[in-house]
């Protein structure tokens, strides 16, 4: 087979991949942490425990690993994601699926400063180029440490850093 056509292929399967990843995503609008504020709870449990955290913590790397690794699991292939919960460690790892120019089922990354980061899995883009996402550990006010998994609306500036595509 030539290299192109594996190109294509690969392509394909991650393209199916995101847009799985993203269908779980939209499933989960509105879970909330148990009690709210904690980190925690039956769901954030479940999110957290797939990077192998088994105690209250930041959650929004761990929902977005979460997804897509219940998408992998429907699709029959390995989760190609760093097992993680920390959204600048992911990105670091993940050097070869950087891009720099979104598009629905992209996982966006945000340098907050300080360690500190923020993730979401990108729904669509208006045509100005906002984009509107799904991201765990937020809230209505925009938090990067609220109770919730939630939609929201982004201007594609800082601290936006960059997008991984799977």
């Keep these: 087979m030539n290299l192109h056509l594996i190109k294509l292929l690969k392509n394909l399967v991650m393209s199916q991949l995101s847009n799985t990843a993203l269908q779980i995503a939209i499933t989960q609008v509105g879970k909330e942490e148990v009690p709210r504020g904690s980190n925690w709870g039956p769901t954030v449990k479940g999110y ?3 990077v192998g955290i088994n105690f209250p913590a930041s959650w929004c790397m761990a929902f977005i690993y979460w997804c897509f690794n219940q998408a992998s699991t429907q699709l029959g292939i390995e989760n190609p994601m760093t097992k993680t919960g ?4 992911e990105y670091t790892h993940e050097r070869l699926n950087q891009v ?5 089922g992209d996982i966006f990354i945000m340098d907050l400063g300080n360690g500190l980061g923020h993730t979401g899995i990108i729904e669509s883009i208006a045509a100005d180029g906002t984009l509107h996402t799904i991201e765990g550990n937020t809230n209505d006010t925009g938090s990067r440490e609220g109770y919730e998994v939630a939609r929201k609306v982004r201007k594609n500036t800082k601290p936006i850093i960059g997008y991984l595509r799977f």
């Design 48 to 50: 957290l425990n797939s």
């Design 86 to 89: 920390g959204v600048l460690n």
């Design 100 to 104: 720099h120019t979104p598009q629905a």
